[in-house]
């Protein structure tokens, strides 16, 4: 049987972007003249395919940008059939010297969890069933807190990335502990199994569309199907945004948002199945 695709959007103004003035219209919502290429965009391109997606949204950014915002865009994605989910940067909310969930210990962890919990249910009328750490910042002490808070599901163990400081989840494996399902970001391996594919820098790599060309995720998806439960394609809400080296957006890239299409399409064509977390846990 064929793996199931999950796609999972950091919807965010992003670290690198947090001191900009223009970030959240940048970034979030990809606001380019009078069109938007960020979250809302996305969604629109998902919801055309009837394809609902985990959209981990920093609602945090209610420290610098205001409640109405944040609440405005999310009801939108709601609107398109997206599942809202957690993602703490908590720098923009609690201390903007500690920007990684890890900096803080369990407590300050469970009160971080619970803080962005309730904005979600405030707006949605839902409590989201699963969490991603900024930076993929989490540790053991992450799970605890999101248990204590009745958040089902993690996806912030990225296998190879030293900012991640949870404990060994395996390499593309589901697991559980503390009743908190982990579901770790599908990568790729540059090993002999895999000649030709054009690895971004380091021989470990996430299905990001920023990393990847659509051509190149569609021929690992190949490869990757039925050794898997499920592969997970990562994207961010600037992903079809081009920024500059002082993280100001400058243009929009058009050919990636085409090629993310007929990637979506051959993906449809082939008979592969779209959930979102929710869904593959419930079987829905």
Known sequence: MKSKIMITIDAETGEKASKTINGFNDFFIGKFGDKEFGAGFIAQILNRYNISADFFCNVYETKKYGEEKLENIITRLIQMNQQIQLHTHPGFYFDENRRNLYDYDLNEQIDIIKH??????????????????????????????????????????????????????????????????????????????????????????????????????????????????????????????????????????????????????????????FVSMEQFSYGK
């Open 116 to 273: 962005g919990k309730e904005l979600i249910y405030k707006w949605t009328g839902k409590n989201p069933f699963a969490h991603r750490a900024g930076m993929y910042s989490a540790n053991d002490n992450t799970i605890e807190a999101l248990n204590k808070n009745n958040v089902k599901a993690d996806s912030s163990y990225l296998s190879g990335n030293s900012n991640c400081k949870l404990s060994d989840f395996g390499l593309n494996k589901i697991s559980e502990k503390s009743n908190v399902i982990e579901f770790p970001i599908t990568v790729i391996q540059n090993i002999d199994g895999y000649r030709g594919i054009p690895f971004p820098r380091k021989r470990i790599s996430k299905l990001d569309i920023n990393l990847f060309s659509p051509f190149w995720i569609y021929w690992i998806i190949k490869l990757l199907s039925r050794k898997t439960d499920y592969i997970m394609l990562f994207l961010h809400s600037s992903s079809f945004v081009k920024r500059n080296k002082y993280n100001k957006a400058v243009a929009i890239n058009y050919s990636l948002i085409s090629s993310f299409e007929i990637l979506l399409q051959k993906l449809i064509e082939q008979g592969y199945d």
